[in-house]
């Protein structure tokens, strides 16, 4: 059966691939669009598996959300080319509704299906990184932030003893804020209660080590010393703790100081209960 430059052309639509190999294909399967489909996806999937040990450094970050629920998910590929293909973009629209759905909470089949039949298509190795689900309970909101294009994603769940003042546009936007200052900083924590001891001894081992090679600090007695390490510890602490962190649109103010002065403003007392934090590559 002869094949036609039209039969080439909706082979080529519906699979991606180049014209010499529609034309191969619908020649083997006489003709068969649907036969000629599927054997170019089970060549591409046989190109894929060898594909698969390439590094996938390229990626974004998409986040869904839909009222007091939200889905993060981190999609990579080879190429930053790649990563900013259309339908590269539309495959994290897809999978982070999915995940928003079904309310997935880490990688599985299904997911990692809608990712090889795109790697099938454009030819170049791609993963899923990262997946995750997030509510916000009674009294509380959720909002997010993208930053750049896709490289970093955050979502933030602030609580509130007076819910109505969760609605307010200018609670949301400051809430919004919130996000973006943990993209900016990436703090380890909500507040030092929430850091985890044995990080805690390990930095605490840092810092001894280092004051022991300090010539000014020879001689000093163990109440001297013990009080530098509690001040550098402290230091610390307020660096990688959300809370304690200067807030990125008052320098002024710690984050605490900022929700303090919004909850006063709106009347309403404010916390940041949880988050989510994905950087492309990481």
Known sequence: M?????DVKALRERTGAGP???KNALTECNGDLTKAEKLLKEKGLAAAEKRAGRATNQGRITIKCSGKKAALVETSTETD????????????????SRV????????????EEMVKELATKIRENMALKKVCSIEAGENECLESYIHGDGAIGVVVVAGADNAAALEKPEVKAFIHDIALHIAAFNPVAVSKDKIDSALISEQEGIFRKQMETDEKLKGKNANVLDGILKGKLNKWLAEICLLDQNFVKNDKLSVAKAL?????DAGAVFTVKKYIYFRAGA
């Open 100 to 111: 928003l759905e079904k309310g997935f909470n880490g990688i599985n089949a299904e997911l």
């Open 2 to 6: 002869a094949v036609t430059a039209a």
């Open 20 to 22: 010499a190999e529609c």
């Open 260 to 264: 303090e002065q919004a909850g006063k």
């Open 81 to 96: 080319f790649v990563a900013r293909n259309p339908e590269f973009i539309a495959l994290g629209d897809a999978i982070a």
